[in-house]
């Protein structure tokens, strides 16, 4: 099994480009998730959906965008791209809502100049 | 706010020196508390899920316990091996959403 697989592992965007941080998963979960890590910093939830249709936002959505259209595809778009979106981004899925953990994908580091 | 506190951010072991990490938490209507293993250039790695106070876990050289205030992962005889960043992460709620501490970076050198 693949697990959880991100695209692409490295970018680097220019102020106001858009790009989509692909994420697709292969363990039929149902819970997926976009989560931001800064240095010195926890991971932040930017985004998480509970099934294929459905998303909601996490504690830092804003200058992004989701679709769930399937259960193994979550994409993360970023629009208008600004330096502080500057991170290493994570994606990550569970079979449910009741304490599992994750399975984290190898992230996508995004530098934007 | 909900928050999770990791102390200390990085700690530096010799081979066998045990030593504990703690994690404090202020989550109202805990769901669960997570701890992850993190490794330079890759994504976090599960390793327990604690649900109550007074439960403990172990895998290995770990041991994770909690109380309802905070969590401990308590290393015994490290190797070089057990080096990474070790993440806690506590559930508020519903859909599973974690909220991460900062980590505590372990170093252990022969």
């Known amino acids: 099994n693949a697990g959880v697989t991100q695209t692409p592992k490295f970018r680097i965007l220019k102020i106001g480009q858009s790009m989509t941080l692909q994420c697709a998963q292969d363990?039929?979960?149902?819970?997926m998730y976009w989560y931001r890590q800064d240095p010195g910093m926890g991971l932040k939830l930017i985004y998480y959906?509970?099934?294929?249709?459905?998303?909601d936002k996490g504690e830092v959505p804003n200058g992004y965008n989701v679709s769930r259209s399937t259960t193994e595809d979550f994409p993360l778009r970023l629009e208008l791209a600004a330096p502080s979106q500057t991170s290493v981004y994570f994606c990550?899925?569970?079979?449910?809502?009741?304490?599992?953990?994750?399975?984290f994908g190898s992230g996508t580091r995004l530098t934007v100049v | 706010e909900d928050q999770v506190t990791q102390s200390p951010e990085a700690l530096r072991l010799q081979e066998g020196e045990s030593s504990s990490l703690n994690c404090s938490y202020t989550?109202?209507?805990?769901?669960?508390l997570f701890w992850y293993r993190q490794d330079p250039g890759k994504g976090p790695e599960f390793l327990f899920t604690?649900?109550?106070a007074g439960e403990e876990k172990e895998k290995e050289r770990l041991k994770a316990t909690l109380t309802k205030k905070e969590s401990f992962l308590h290393i015994t005889a490290p190797k070089p091996e057990d080096s990474a960043t070790y993440l806690c992460a506590a559930s508020d709620g519903g859909y599973n959403k974690l909220i991460f501490g900062a980590g505590t970076r372990l170093a252990v050198h022969p």
């Open positions: 990550a899925s569970s079979p449910s809502g009741r304490g599992d953990g994750y399975t």
């Open positions: 604690l649900y109550s």
């Open positions: 363990m039929n979960h149902n819970y």
């Open positions: 989550v109202s209507g805990l769901r669960g």
């Open positions: 959906s509970v099934g294929a249709g459905i998303t």
